[in-house]
């Protein structure tokens, strides 16, 4: 299944999507009868998730007939606007290490919190602080969690997982070379996290080691690399984290970049990861 957000007036709501089509979470509710909340933000305080998912697969054959909404025609959201925390991956992968002149952990991830105030949707404004000389946009593979959980063993990682998604995160790094202690201001200015369009979830995934995250800039791929090639692979950054503290239905990991691009005002940079609906951002100087 996949699932996308969108703006309905001056409201946000969430739809299921049909290949280039969509139909509103609302729409089901009123169809089915359902008593579910109508955006993923609520879907996900609520627990109400894999119920949702439960609930589409009986209908999946009614569903499929009912009128839909082209993607071309609806105005994206952000996927939701408030998980309870967001862990970022630095130094994922050894070539994006290079570019800061950093040795690849090889024990414990680097590992970083953003909060959701930096958060953006597809097509949203990456707004360059004026304070930083030089801010750099990474394309990640998100990890979205779709329960309560802690503690969770590695083999067993997929079971507490709602989906992925792309991620667009940014960097002040002429902030963060002064220092590394200042990782926590570089990365959490206004617009610093973009992420979606969609929720893909697990079933829809043949192999997600196997899958392919590229930065790409004004076109162009800055660069590209397997899951398989992290340092730490999806499986064990939830295992790990969970270890340090309890995950909440919608929370996020970032599981790090191939390469990170700098950006300027007029670039457009996107992720682009094999069997997703790409997810792109316009570049504003402040």
Known sequence: MRFISFYQGQTEESGLVFADKMIPLASLNNTFDWNLSTHLDGIFKNNQFYVLKSLIQENLTSISQMNMTSLTNIKVAPLYRH??????IGLNYRDHAADLDEKTPSFIPA????????????????????????T??????GIIFGKHCRNVPQNEWIDVIAGFTCIIDMTAESILRKNPRYLTVSKNFDSFFSFGPVLITPEEIPDIFTTKVATVINGKIHAENSINNMTFPPDFLVAFHSKVMTFLPGDIISTGTPRAVILKQGDIVECKITGFNALSNPVFQE
Not at 122 to 127: A, T
Not at 136 to 141: D, F, I, K, N
């Open 83 to 88: 998980p309870s925390k967001i862990w970022g």
């Open 111 to 134: 590992s970083f919190m953003k909060a959701d105030t930096t958060i953006i949707g597809h097509g949203d404004q990456i707004r360059l602080p004026s304070m930083a000389e030089k």
């Open 136 to 141: 750099t946009g990474e394309a990640e593979l």
